[in-house]
């Protein structure tokens, strides 16, 4: 399987099986889907009006080279997978601990309806959250490294329970063996500078949400009292990122319908002054006028490509910057089993609610039916975890034949479900929208290689 498509001055083709990418001149990019099931002969009888014998003889040989080194038209081999991805044992290496069920600001979009997911609002205990790490160490098994990201609604509304979980795991580390990383994502309302520097000295990454330019922002994430977030927070950002010296963050976005211009929102960031960007699509029912259409998708791919190339462009100057959707490893890239089934929601990763509660992901949670357990009697809804466990590119029949599986493992399993019911389909909107993103991401690397 092949992919092709050009971006600004670079004809670019994937060999999908074997992830090699190349980029080709136009006579070989225009016989690249051909030369497979065509002979050479055949070829320059088609193409004898386009293109110079020597040229197409040429091109075919140099094409012929790339299959016999097995970096072009190869076969897939990752089927063969399957069977043993199906039989591993599972072993849980994140949490997303829910420390609050609470939020102070009344973000329109908010997949967890302000904090309360479906529910009652409420903060975690030390003490489920002192079984929450508990049962990780249990259940990891071998895994040395363990993630925690704090999550709500607003995690900083229960600092000090944080505070007490970070120093319970970092006490359970040495007897455990793990290794524990830290993150927390934050509206940055409640951020000071105590909590800035125990933030930058904890935590392995630190997300701040942030929309962009400030109509844009305040329209969607409005405190409770209906007052912009922009002014309050975009300081307090700068602050933490400031005096993390380097440390990983995001500014992490949203767009909406609202803007779908969302470039400039990210170019608003980055000139703000910071150089890891994420703003991403909003996901949510269509009936919401806030909501992406598929009418939508052409529009947003264009702006997706008007921000590659303005990326190319800043890089070029020396004045680039990290889009976290365009940042690809070409060289080694994620395992055979993230390419499989990507997140490992309900298998690898699980949420965990202020009861102790457990679900697939921080998307699930609140929807009784993925309720999987809790954290002091572990996994008992098995049933559920062998249908995550199961859940994988070639259990989705609109994810075997398509260029993109690899790169996004099959997509989403909430969008899934919220938009088809079930776990095993995909989120049409969000998968043209990856693949545009694959394309850019490759696209940046072709044209940064080629000016060197």
């Known amino acids: 399987m092949i992919h092709k498509f050009k971006f600004e001055n670079s004809n670019i083709v994937m ?48 094409l012929m080279s ?11 081999l990752y089927e063969e997978f399957v069977p043993a991805f199906l039989e591993r044992e599972p072993v849980v290496k994140a949490l997303c601990l829910h420390v609050a069920h609470d939020c102070n600001l009344a973000c329109q979009y908010c997949f967890a309806g302000e904090g309360e997911y479906h529910g009652e609002r409420g903060m975690m205990s030390f003490e489920v959250g002192k079984n929450a790490i508990d049962f990780i160490i249990q259940n990891s098994k071998h895994r040395k490294n363990i993630e925690i990201d704090f999550f709500g609604g607003e995690p900083l509304m229960n600092f000090e329970v944080v505070k007490q979980i970070v120093e319970y795991a970092r006490s359970r580390e040495a007897e455990s063996g793990k290794t524990f990383r830290f993150t927390m994502t934050t509206n940055g309302v409640l951020l000071n500078d105590e909590i800035i520097d125990y933030l930058n000295a904890n935590m392995y990454n630190v997300v701040l949400s942030l929309d962009g330019r400030p109509e844009v922002n305040d329209r969607m994430r409005p405190t409770c009292n209906g007052k912009g977030s922009y002014e309050v927070i975009l300081p307090k950002f700068k602050k933490l990122v400031e005096k993390r010296q380097g440390k990983q963050y995001y500014v992490r976005g949203t767009f909406t319908r609202h803007n779908l211009d969302f470039a400039e929102d990210v170019k608003h960031i980055h000139e703000a002054g910071f ?21 939508d998708v052409s529009q947003l791919c264009k ?5 590659a190339k303005h990326m190319v462009k800043l890089t070029k100057q020396g004045k680039g910057f990290n889009f976290f959707h365009f940042m690809i490893d070409l060289e080694g890239g994620p395992c055979v089993h993230k390419r499989l089934a990507g997140c490992g929601s309900g298998t690898e990763y699980l949420a965990v609610t202020p009861d102790g509660d457990l679900y697939p992901c921080h998307q699930f949670v609140g929807l009784p039916e993925f309720k999987m357990g809790d954290v002091k009697q572990g996994i008992t809804n098995l049933e559920k975890r062998a249908e995550f466990e199961k859940c994988n590119v070639y259990s989705k029949e609109m994810c075997k034949s398509c260029w993109a599986k690899f790169q996004c493992s099959g997509g989403c399993a909430a969008n899934s479900y919220n938009f088809h019911g079930t776990i095993n389909s995909v989120y049409e909107i969000g998968c043209a929208l990856q693949k545009k993103r694959i394309e850019c991401a490759v696209g940046i690397k072709a044209e940064l290689l080629e000016s060197e």
């Open 275 to 295: 150089d890891e960007v994420s703003v991403e699509p909003v996901v949510a029912p269509t009936t919401m006028n806030y909501a992406l259409q598929q009418e």
């Open 15 to 62: 060999d999908i099986h074997s992830g090699s990418i190349h980029l080709l001149d136009d006579v070989a990019y225009t016989l690249v889907e051909e030369a497979e099931t065509l002979s050479k002969e055949e070829l320059m009888l088609k193409y004898a009006g386009q293109f110079e014998k020597e040229q197409i003889e040429e091109a075919y040989e140099e």
């Open 303 to 307: 702006e997706y490509e008007t921000l």
């Open 66 to 76: 790339l299959k016999e080194q097995q970096m072009l038209y190869t076969p897939d």
